[in-house]
């Protein structure tokens, strides 16, 4: 079965410093999404994106986010600056046109020190 | 906004029994409920998909069943196997015209033989 695929599964940085974490989205698939989940905590929608540019986000997706799709395959979701509290699981998700189900990731753990 | 809320607590029940999970839903009637189960340090994997329309909808071992009246899904896994061990998320759009799914607590299911 096709998957959505993340990458590194494990990232550790600096406060104030730059991540980009990375998904390759299910080929098909027309919406792509990123949530989170801190430690122990439900999951949170972040930002949803269609036709090139964001749809929806959430009050979480400030300035310091950004979310990108270079080139036909890729999915991007960049921190600028990171904070602690920015330490959680992330998930990118996709889904095809008229379906809502959600296809999600193994996720990046992003640990912010 | 909407809400959905999940028992937090687990739920602990003997192989071979039936689980029975609760989502609650806080506001307006939503088109649809998702279930999803994730296993720990993964991401979500879709499990159903109820309408506001359906009663109740089945598959293989699962069923899920949608009360308005109640504003309530009740997610059952019969005959269930330690192999069921996970937590269960219950998910829904916050508004009718939006792509952002939100996800309850989830309930952590321990089946034990």
């Known amino acids: 079965e096709p998957e959505v695929t993340q990458t590194p599964s494990h990232q550790v940085t600096q406060m104030g410093q730059e991540v980009i974490l990375r998904c390759v989205p299910i080929?098909?698939?027309?919406?792509f999404y990123w949530y989170r989940q801190i430690l122990g905590q439900k999951v949170e929608f972040l930002v949803s994106f269609y036709n090139n540019e964001i749809s929806e986000k959430s009050e979480i997706f400030d300035d310091q986010f950004s979310v990108e799709r270079p080139d036909g395959s890729n999915f991007t979701l960049k921190i600028r600056s990171t904070k602690l509290e920015d330490s959680a699981m992330y998930f990118c998700?996709?889904?095809?046109?008229?379906?809502?189900?959600?296809?999600f990731g193994s996720g990046t753990q992003l640990s912010v020190l | 906004s909407q809400k959905i809320e999940q028992n937090s607590e687990a739920l602990n029940i003997q192989e071979g029994k039936t689980a029975t999970l609760t989502c609650n839903y806080t506001?307006?009637?939503?088109?649809?409920l998702q279930w999803y189960r994730q296993d720990p340090g993964r991401g979500p994997v879709f499990l159903l998909l109820i309408r506001e329309n359906e009663k109740e909808k089945r598959k293989e071992r699962l069923k899920v069943t949608f009360d308005t009246t109640l504003k309530q899904s009740l997610f059952h896994i019969t005959a269930s196997q330690p192999a069921d061990s996970a937590t269960y998320l219950c998910?829904?759009?916050?508004?009718?015209?939006?792509?952002?799914?939100?996800f309850g607590t989830g309930t952590r299911l321990q089946v034990f033989p």
């Open positions: 080929s098909n698939h027309l919406y």
């Open positions: 998700a996709s889904r095809a046109g008229q379906n809502e189900k959600l296809f």
């Open positions: 998910a829904t759009r916050t508004l009718y015209n939006t792509d952002k799914l939100i």
């Open positions: 506001n307006y009637s939503p088109a649809y």
